[in-house]
C-alpha cells in the first residue's frame, strides 16, 4: 500500500477554505485517494475520494495533480464544527480495502 | 438506528478476563472490519472478513480473535485481557465502491 504523508496540525479561521495537503508520491496506477475525518473520539467518517479527476461533493473537493503524486482536500467555508483529524488515505476501489491509516493532519478552526 | 452498531460503548475490565465486543450493521456490505486506535495514533487493522466463511488477520491480531456469526454480526474477543490492550475499538464496513463506514466505538480500559 502506498503510504502518504500530511502536515501534523493545520489551523484555519471561521468562514475560510481549508487546503490540506498530502503526499502520496508512491501510489500507483489503480489506487485511490480517500479522504476521512475523526472529530474527537468519534468513529472516522468518509469524505470523499478520487481516481485522477477532481472531485466535489456536498462537504468537501478533491483536487489531485496531473502525476497523482499529490493531492488537496478543501473545505471551502470551515467552520467550528469542522476540527477534527484528517486522514489521507489510499487504496484500492475494488476488492478488499485495506486502508491503512497514519496520525493525519488535525485541524483547527477558529472564530 | 445507526448504520453500524457498536457495544458495549465503555466497557473496564481486570486483567485476564475474557471479554467480547460486538458489532452489528444494516448495511448489508459484506465487508466488516476491527481497527484498534490508541490516544493519539491512528487506526491498526486488527482483523477483517470479506464474507461470512471468510475471515483474515490484520497488522496486530496477537491476543484478539474474531466470529462472523451473520453477515450483519462480526464480534471481536480479547482472550485474556492485559493493560495495554486498553484502547478505543472501531467497527467498520465496507462494500467495493465507496470507502469504510464506522460505527460509534468502543472505550475499553483494562486495569
Known amino acids: 500500500d502506498a503510504k502518504t504523508t500530511q502536515p501534523t496540525s493545520m489551523d484555519c479561521a471561521e468562514g475560510r477554505a481549508a487546503n490540506l495537503p498530502c503526499n502520496h508520491s508512491?501510489?500507483?496506477?489503480?489506487?485511490?485517494v480517500y479522504w476521512y475525518r475523526q472529530i474527537h473520539s468519534q468513529g472516522p467518517q468518509y469524505i470523499i475520494h478520487?481516481?485522477?479527476n477532481n472531485e466535489t461533493n456536498e462537504m468537501a473537493s478533491l483536487i489531485i495533480t496531473e502525476d497523482r503524486k499529490s493531492s488537496t482536500l478543501i473545505l471551502p467555508h470551515a467552520t467550528l464544527r469542522d476540527t477534527a483529524v484528517y486522514y489521507c488515505?489510499?487504496?484500492?476501489?475494488?476488492?478488499?480495502?485495506?486502508?491503512?491509516f497514519g496520525t493525519g493532519t488535525r485541524l483547527l478552526v477558529s472564530p | 438506528d445507526a448504520d453500524v452498531t457498536q457495544t458495549p460503548r465503555n466497557r473496564i475490565t481486570k486483567t485476564g478476563k475474557r471479554i467480547m465486543l460486538e458489532c452489528s450493521q444494516t448495511?448489508?456490505?459484506?465487508?466488516m472490519y476491527w481497527y484498534r486506535q490508541d490516544p493519539g495514533l491512528g487506526l491498526q487493522l486488527i482483523y477483517y472478513?470479506?464474507?461470512?466463511?471468510?475471515?483474515n488477520k490484520g497488522e496486530i491480531s496477537d491476543g484478539y480473535s474474531v466470529s462472523r456469526q451473520a453477515q450483519a454480526k462480526f464480534s471481536l474477543s480479547l482472550e485474556s485481557a492485559i493493560p495495554n490492550q486498553t484502547a478505543l475499538y472501531f467497527c467498520?464496513?465496507?462494500?467495493?465502491?465507496?470507502?469504510?463506514?464506522f460505527g460509534s466505538g468502543t472505550r475499553l480500559t483494562v486495569v
Open positions: 467498520a464496513t465496507s462494500d467495493s465502491g465507496r470507502g469504510y463506514t
Open positions: 508512491t501510489i500507483s496506477g489503480n489506487e485511490y
Open positions: 478520487g481516481l485522477k
Open positions: 488515505i489510499v487504496g484500492m476501489n475494488t476488492g478488499f480495502q485495506k486502508l491503512v
Open positions: 448495511k448489508g456490505h459484506d465487508r
Open positions: 472478513s470479506f464474507d461470512v466463511k471468510d475471515i
